[in-house]
C-alpha cells in the first residue's frame, strides 16, 4: 500500500512532476463503401505491409484499420500524429471507400462468412483470430473504440519513492502506483462511460439474440459489448497475483492466450507475463473509450485531457482495503450505467458529485490551470443535464439526420473523407509545418517510416526504417550530402566561380558590401539589362531584375529591397531567355519547372489590386510555403514593376492583357508552376546534372536561363546560363504544378536515404 498519498502528491517537489505524463493511442475503425456497407477490399496497397508498419495496422477484421501513434508527451501531441494518420489512412483507401466514425459497427451482412478475418502472414495471428470468431462471434469483434496508453512521469514516480518507501525496490513501488490506480479506475469507470460512452444504439447484423432496450449509453461497454464470459476475472491487489490468474486462466482453457484478457485495464511493460512479473509494471491500457463520432480522428482534445486528470484522481483518491469488493463494485456500476437511457440522470448521480469533488480537490491542491478545472465543472454539468453526454448528443444527431433520410454514420464518415482530400497537400496535425516537409512526412508514414519531429520551426525529422535513421531537414537535406554542399550553394559568389571554373557559363557581375560602392557602380550597368540580388538568400526574396536597364531612383530602390536581405548584394548581367528550374537528384534530372512570373490578367473592369485579391482565392495558394503556390503580394517590388509598364494598383487593365508584377519567376513570390520535364531537351538536362555533379551535391535545383529550349544545349556555348543552384529546393511546385504532371519528387528523396523502398 501507498502511504500519505495526498501529501506526497501535493509536496513541491513532486506536485509538478505529477503533471507530466506519456500517452500512446490505438483507435479502431472499420473500412465502409460511401453507403455503410463493409468495405469488401483487401488492407489498402497504398499503405505499406501491415505486417512491418509501425502505425497502419489491421485489427480483427480485414476492414477494421488499427491506427497507432507513437508514445508522446502531451495530449496536442498524441492527437496530431493521430490526425497525421487519418490523413494517410484515408489518402490511401480505395476511392470508394471512408472510415466508419461509430464504435458500434455499420450494418453488418447476414452470412457470416462474408465478415472476413484479417489476412495476416502470421498464420498463428490467424488462427487467434479464428478462436476469438468461434468463442464470441464475429459480429461482437466488429466493434472498434480507443485504447488509451497511460505512463506517470518516471521522474515523479522515482522523487515519490525516495519520499514513501524503503521497503520496496523502486521496480515494485512503481508496480504500486500502477495497480492503486488501476484498482479504482476500474471502480469508477463508470464516470468516463456516462460522459464519454457513445454506442447508444446497434445496427442491424450485431445483435443475434439478446439485445438491450436501445437507446442506451454504451452498448460497446456493457455486457453486450466485446467482453469476456463474467467468470473470467484476475486479482489487482498484487501483480504476482494478476498474473497467476491469467496463467490459471490460459492454463485451464478459458482463455487461448493472455492477450484475450479483455479487461478495462490491462496493466502492461512486457507482453510476455513472466518477463511483466520480473520487471514490473510500465503503464497501463485503458480499453473503454468509445469512439466520438463528431471528432474528425474519433476523440478531442477535452476527452484526452478529461482522461489525463481522470487517472490522476484514481492515483489521488486514499486507497480502500476491500480490494475484491472494489472490483466486483466496479463491473457492476458500469453495466448498470451503460445500460441507462442516455436522457436520464444517473442513478450514481451522488457518486459522481462525489467523484468530481474529489477531482477539484486535487486540482485545487496540486495549482492545475482554469481550464482543467473547468473540464472537471462540465464533468458536473453533465450530471446535471444528461443531454450534455456524447451518448445523449449521438442519439439527437441520429434521429435528426434520419429525419433528413441521411444515417449519422456515413454522413460523418463522408464529411471526414472530404476534409482528408480538400487540401491534400497538408498534412493533419502538422499544417504549420514547410509544405515540403508535410509532403514527406506523408510518403514516409505511408510507406511504414518511423517519423519523430525534432524541431517543427527548423523542419529537423527523425526517420527510422530497418534498423536504420537517417536525419533530414526541410525535406530533402540529408546525409547524403556533405556538409559544406549548402554552405557553398548559400553564397552565390562562390557558386559561381565553381561553376565558372568547371567550365559552365555563368552571368558576370559586381558584389558589394555597402549601398555606397553599389551606387557608385551604377553607370557599369545604367545602359544594359541587369540584376539585384542578395548574396545569400532563397525563394526568390529581395531579387530585382531590369532587362533595359533602370533610372539610377530605381536602381536605389533595388539595391535597398536586396540589403534587407543580406549584408552583400550582388549586381549581375541579365541573361535574355526562359529561366527553368532543374531539380536534379543522386545525378539524375527528376523534373523540370517552368515559372512563369507573378501575374494577372485584366477584364477591363476589377482593378490590379482587385484582380490580385481574385487570383489569391485559389486554394493552390497559401503562404510560408504551406501551398502549392504562393499569394501574390503587392509590395515594393510589384508596384516598382507596375511603374514600368506605366500601372498603379489601381489601374484598371484591359481585358485579356497580362500584367507582370514580377520580374523573377519565382514560385514563392507569387509565379505559377508549370511542368516540362518530358519536353525539355536532354543536352540540358546533361548540363544541370553535370553542375550539380561540379558543386558536389546529391540534391540540388540548378537555375538555367534558356533562349531557345528547341535548340539542343552546349556546355561550352551560350545555349544556356546558370543563375543559381540551390541547395534546399521546393519540392511541392514540382508536386502540385499549376499546369502539368506532378512529380513526387519526395519519394525520390524516400528511395535515396532507403533504397529498399520499391513503390
Known amino acids: 500500500m501507498i502511504k500519505k498519498i495526498k501529501e506526497t502528491l501535493a509536496s513541491e517537489t513532486i506536485r509538478p512532476l505529477f503533471k507530466e505524463f506519456r500517452i500512446g493511442l490505438e483507435k479502431e475503425s472499420q473500412r465502409i463503401t460511401p453507403k455503410g456497407c463493409l468495405a469488401k477490399t483487401d488492407h489498402p496497397k497504398q499503405v505499406a505491409s501491415r505486417d512491418v508498419h509501425p502505425y497502419i495496422q489491421t485489427d480483427f477484421s480485414e476492414t477494421q484499420i488499427e491506427l497507432i501513434t507513437p508514445v508522446f508527451n502531451s495530449n496536442e501531441e498524441t492527437l496530431r500524429f493521430l490526425g497525421a494518420l487519418h490523413d494517410v489512412t484515408l489518402r490511401s483507401l480505395d476511392d470508394n471507400e471512408r472510415l466508419w466514425p461509430l464504435s458500434m459497427p455499420p450494418t453488418l451482412p447476414e452470412d457470416d462468412r462474408e465478415i472476413i478475418i484479417a489476412k495476416l502472414s502470421d498464420q498463428g ?38 519520499e514513501e518507501s524503503r521497503e520496496l525496490t523502486f521496480e515494485e513501488f512503481r508496480t504500486e502506483v500502477y495497480l492503486k490506480t488501476s484498482r479504482h479506475y476500474l471502480r469508477y469507470r463508470w464516470l468516463i462511460t456516462y460522459l464519454f460512452g457513445a454506442s447508444p444504439y446497434a445496427k442491424p447484423g450485431y445483435f443475434t439474440e439478446e439485445s438491450p432496450n436501445e437507446p442506451i449509453r454504451s452498448i460497446r461497454n456493457s455486457h453486450f459489448g466485446y467482453t469476456n464470459r463474467p467468470e473470467i476475472k484476475a486479482s489487482y491487489e498484487s501483480l504476482n497475483q494478476y498474473v497467476d490468474d491469467i496463467e490459471h486462466l490460459v492454463d485451464n482453457g478459458d482463455l487461448i492466450e493472455a492477450k484475450e484478457f479483455y479487461s478495462s485495464v490491462r496493466l502492461r511493460g512486457t507482453d510476455n507475463l513472466e518477463e511483466l512479473r520480473q520487471k514490473g509494471v510500465r503503464y497501463i491500457e485503458l480499453r473503454n473509450i468509445d469512439l466520438d463520432p463528431f471528432a474528425e480522428y474519433g476523440t478531442t482534445l477535452e476527452t484526452l485531457e478529461f482522461l489525463h486528470l481522470f487517472v490522476m484522481t484514481m ?70 443535464a444528461p443531454e450534455k453526454t456524447l451518448a445523449a448528443r449521438v442519439v439527437l444527431a441520429e434521429d435528426k439526420e434520419v429525419a433528413q433520410n441521411k444515417e449519422l454514420g456515413t454522413e460523418l464518415a463522408e464529411r471526414y473523407h472530404s476534409q482528408a482530400f480538400e487540401r491534400p497537400y497538408q498534412l493533419s496535425g502538422y499544417r504549420h509545418m514547410e509544405l515540403s516537409t508535410q509532403i514527406f512526412m506523408f510518403d514516409s508514414i505511408q510507406n511504414g517510416v518511423k517519423v519523430e519531429v525534432l524541431d517543427e520551426n527548423d523542419q529537423f525529422l527523425k526517420l527510422s526504417f530497418n534498423k536504420r535513421v537517417e536525419y533530414v531537414k526541410n525535406a530533402n537535406m540529408t546525409s547524403k550530402d556533405s556538409y559544406v554542399v549548402p554552405l557553398l550553394m548559400e553564397n552565390k559568389t562562390v557558386t559561381k566561380k565553381v561553376l565558372a571554373k568547371a567550365g559552365f557559363k555563368v552571368p558576370g557581375g559586381k558584389e558589394f558590401s555597402t549601398m555606397e560602392k553599389a551606387e557608385d557602380s551604377y553607370e557599369l550597368f545604367a545602359k544594359k539589362g541587369f540584376v539585384v540580388k542578395p548574396k545569400s538568400t532563397n525563394y526568390g526574396l529581395g531579387i530585382s531584375i531590369f532587362k533595359d536597364g533602370a533610372s539610377f531612383e530605381d536602381y536605389q530602390t533595388a539595391l535597398e529591397i536586396a540589403f534587407k536581405e543580406d549584408v552583400d548584394v550582388l549586381v549581375e548581367e541579365f541573361l535574355p531567355g526562359t529561366e527553368y528550374r532543374f531539380f536534379v537528384l543522386d545525378g539524375k534530372t527528376r523534373a523540370v519547372m517552368l515559372r512563369t512570373p507573378a501575374n494577372v490578367e485584366g477584364d477591363g473592369v476589377m482593378t490590379v489590386e482587385e484582380l490580385v ?32 509598364q506605366e500601372l498603379t494598383i489601381l489601374s484598371v487593365p484591359k481585358k485579356d492583357q497580362i500584367v507582370y508584377l514580377r520580374e523573377n519567376s519565382n514560385v514563392s513570390t507569387g509565379g505559377d508552376s508549370i511542368d516540362v520535364t518530358e519536353e525539355m531537351d536532354e543536352s540540358y538536362k546533361q548540363i544541370a546534372e553535370a553542375a550539380t555533379e561540379a558543386l558536389g551535391a546529391k540534391i540540388c535545383g540548378i537555375d538555367l536561363i534558356i533562349p531557345d529550349r528547341n535548340r539542343p544545349g552546349n556546355k561550352e556555348d551560350d545555349s544556356y546560363g546558370i543563375i543559381e543552384g540551390n541547395f534546399n529546393p521546393a519540392m511541392h511546385m514540382h508536386i502540385y504544378p499549376f499546369a502539368g504532371l506532378g512529380r513526387r519528387l519526395t519519394m525520390d528523396v524516400l528511395r535515396l536515404l532507403y533504397p529498399e523502398i520499391k513503390k
Do not use: C
Not at 490467424?126 to 469483434?141: D, E, I, P, S
Not at 437511457?341 to 457518486?351: G, S, V
Open 613 to 644: 485579391a481574385e487570383k489569391n482565392k485559389d486554394k493552390l495558394r497559401g503562404t510560408d510555403h504551406r501551398a502549392p503556390l504562393e499569394l501574390i503580394q503587392l509590395g515594393e517590388l510589384e508596384r516598382l514593376m507596375l511603374k514600368e
Open 315 to 384: 492515483l489521488w483518491l486514499d486507497e480502500r482495503d476491500d480490494i475484491k469488493t472494489l472490483l466486483d463494485e466496479g463491473v457492476e456500476i458500469n453495466d448498470q450505467v451503460s445500460l441507462e437511457n442516455p436522457f436520464n440522470k444517473t442513478a450514481l448521480y451522488d457518486e459522481g458529485i462525489w467523484l468530481l469533488n474529489q477531482m477539484e480537490e486535487m486540482a485545487s491542491q496540486l495549482n492545475l490551470s482554469d481550464k482543467e478545472k473547468e473540464l472537471i465543472e462540465r464533468g458536473k454539468e453533465a450530471l446535471e
Open 125 to 162: 495471428d490467424v488462427n487467434y483470430r479464428r478462436y476469438l470468431a468461434k468463442v464470441y462471434g464475429k459480429r461482437k469483434q466488429m466493434v472498434s473504440g480507443i485504447h488509451y496508453n497511460f505512463e506517470f512521469s518516471e521522474e515523479m514516480l522515482k522523487a515519490m519513492y525516495e
